[in-house]
């Protein structure tokens, strides 16, 4: 199982920039498709980004596609995503997440699992 914990997270003016990382603990990182998802208050989480086990394949939602981008360092066990042109919708609990099976494209969102705390970023007007 792999163990995760995001950290970046803050306040930050629309047009912002923020930079979020997840480190997972364990030896299974590498070979495990990662993901961030966000739960605004009151919502339900949704899918924000994903990247394959290798790092060669990406998805977003529609909503950050253009503003977002999610990378990793396998070397580090880290996972990151940057955030650019922050609008106040983005404003939630962020959480990244692995997939439960190993040496997958990060495509199949409903696999993911192994969820960090989160971290609050929040986007005033």
């Known amino acids: 199982q792999v163990q995760l914990v995001e950290s970046g997270g803050g306040l930050v003016q629309a047009g912002g920039s923020l930079r979020l990382s997840c480190v997972a603990s364990?030896?299974?990182?590498?070979?495990?498709?990662m993901g961030w998802f966000r739960q605004a208050s009151g919502k339900e989480r949704e899918f924000v980004a994903s990247?394959?086990?290798?790092?060669?394949?990406?998805y977003y939602s529609d909503s950050v596609k253009g503003r977002f981008t999610i990378s990793r360092d396998n070397g580090k066990n880290t996972v990151y995503l940057q955030m650019n042109s922050l609008k106040p919708e983005d404003t939630a609990v962020y959480y990244c997440?692995?997939?439960?099976?190993?040496?997958?494209?990060?495509?199949?969102?409903?696999?993911?699992?192994?969820w960090g705390q989160g971290t609050q970023v929040t986007v005033s007007s």
């Open positions: 997440a692995a997939d439960e099976r190993a040496y997958m494209d990060g495509s199949s969102r409903s696999r993911f699992s192994s």
């Open positions: 364990g030896r299974t990182f590498s070979s495990r498709a």
């Open positions: 990247i394959s086990w290798k790092g060669g394949i990406t």
